[in-house]
């Protein structure tokens, strides 16, 4: 167990449509980074929130957007839903320290089994 | 734009076996992690390497980070069911977000 959360666990969606993930991340942390991980694959980068703000951001259309609230838990929204969208959407929470270089530790939630059809 | 590989793709061995597992990369990464990824599940957090050629050990685990800090490999001793699931290595550099390789599927047969 991580303490990170995601809700729902599953969910099916048609094509076209939006859809709204959530996550709660583990007490303490401050970041939020959301992947998502195709069937076989390993999990690419979606972006990263960092005490509200956006972090960092991979090679996903503007369609993708996000949230992070005060009390760090964050959103990940997808509009104009395509089939190739169907995944595993992982959040991951961190605990980033201001002047710290390096890479955070993350710990992963269970994830959210997206299928589009 | 840093890619890992990983190999085998896939993996099948007897309990009580001996296996190896590979992360490869052209690109220099300031860290690596492994992670162990069961159906249905987010991936675990089994370890971070940070030094070039630093070895560590977590039970029948052996972890090696490449001198260059190209690449890595997960030793497993002795394997069990309880080994399968799905390994990831994930690179960092300098505080830049994780790039994840396609991970390498182990089934460990009782």
């Known amino acids: 167990e991580t303490g990170v959360t995601q809700s729902p666990t599953h969910l099916i969606k048609t094509r076209g449509q939006q859809v709204t993930l959530r996550c709660s991340s583990q007490?303490?942390?401050?970041?939020v980074s959301w992947y998502q991980q195709a069937l076989g694959q390993g999990p690419q980068f979606i972006f990263q929130y960092y005490r509200e703000e956006e972090n960092g951001r991979g090679n996903f259309p503007p369609r993708f957007s996000g949230l992070q609230f005060p009390n760090y838990s964050s959103e990940l929204n997808v509009n104009a839903l395509e089939l190739d969208d169907s995944a595993l959407y992982l959040c991951?929470?961190?605990?980033?320290?201001?002047?710290?270089?390096?890479?955070?530790?993350?710990?992963f939630g269970p994830g959210t089994r997206l299928t589009v059809l | 734009t840093q890619l890992l590989e990983q190999s085998p793709q896939f993996l099948s061995i007897q309990e009580g076996e001996n296996l190896t597992v590979y992360c490869n990369s052209s690109?220099?990464?300031?860290?690596l992690q492994w992670y162990r990824q069961e159906p249905g599940e987010g991936p675990v957090l089994l370890v971070t390497?940070?030094?070039?050629?630093e070895v560590k050990k977590l039970k029948r685990l052996t972890f090696q980070f490449g001198d260059a800090r190209k690449d890595s490999s997960l030793h497993i001793t002795a394997a069990q069911p309880g080994d399968t699931g799905l390994y990831l290595c994930a690179g960092a550099n300098y505080g830049q977000n994780f790039v994840f390789g396609p991970g390498t599927r182990l089934s460990v047969l009782p």
């Open positions: 007490s303490g942390h401050n970041t």
């Open positions: 390497v940070v030094t070039g050629g």
């Open positions: 690109s220099v990464f300031s860290s």
């Open positions: 991951a929470s961190s605990l980033k320290l201001a002047g710290v270089r390096g890479a955070d530790t993350q710990y």
